[in-house]
């Protein structure tokens, strides 16, 4: 079956860099893209991009051109997302999702809570 | 932009439920899905195309609409069915609504 796991939650200060990891099992890997959405404390859905692991072609949010970068790595079926100089209002829950030939987004990771405190 | 309405809303088990999400833009394709999320969870996927239930979806669940404005209609609701529902407009840049919450009146 298909599964997503992510990285375990993450406490950083606000400047530093978080590296969230995404790995996948139960389908070919490269056969679909990758989006990352991100949940804040109460808060809604914010989608932040994607990566197409066949080609590491990727693609971003306005809100995060700046400092964000999405690689994978075939070899162990697993995508990340890097987001750098952290600030508090970074705090959130931090989700990948596989998505269908249509960009729908069909399986879910099970987040990745990432704190940003001094 | 999604904008969904209501911003709450509050019922009793047993009634009907309709929520809105209104795109700025008409949705070509008829991209759109809705997502059931519950507290400390990842969103589900219930409605996509609009009108598709996904798999193992109550058909209490349907989903309606076209252009820019779509329509999640639960009928009959169950107790699990309070839960914070979102619409996505999905493709190649993806844009969530900002959510409806259910709520147990």
């Known amino acids: ?118 | 932009v999604l904008t969904q309405s209501p911003g709450t809303l509050s019922l009793s088990p047993g009634e009907s439920a309709t929520l809105s999400c209104r795109a700025s833009q008409s949705v070509t394709t008829n991209f759109l899905a809705w997502f059931q999320q519950k507290p400390g969870q990842a969103p589900r996927l219930l409605i996509y195309g609009a009108s598709s239930r996904a798999t193992g979806v109550p058909r209490r669940f349907s989903g309606s609409g076209s252009g820019t404005d779509f329509t999640l209609t639960i009928s009959r609701l169950e107790p699990e069915d309070f839960a914070v529902y979102y619409c996505l407009r999905y493709g190649s840049s993806p844009s969530f609504g900002q959510g409806t919450r259910l709520e147990i009146k």
């Open chain 1, 1 to 118: 079956q298909v599964q997503l796991v992510q990285s375990g939650a993450e406490v950083k200060k606000p400047g530093a860099s978080v590296k969230v990891s995404c790995r996948t099992s139960g389908y070919t890997f490269t056969g679909h893209y990758i989006h990352w959405v991100r949940q804040a404390p109460g808060q809604g859905l914010e989608w932040m991009g994607w990566i197409k692991p066949n080609s590491g072609d990727t693609k971003y949010a306005q809100n995060f051109q700046d400092r964000i970068t999405m690689t994978r790595d075939t070899s162990i079926s697993t995508a990340y997302m890097e987001l750098s100089s952290l600030r508090s209002d970074d705090t959130a829950v931090y989700y990948c999702a596989r998505v269908n030939d249509q960009g729908l987004p069909d399986y879910w990771g099970q987040g990745t809570l990432v704190t940003v405190s001094s």
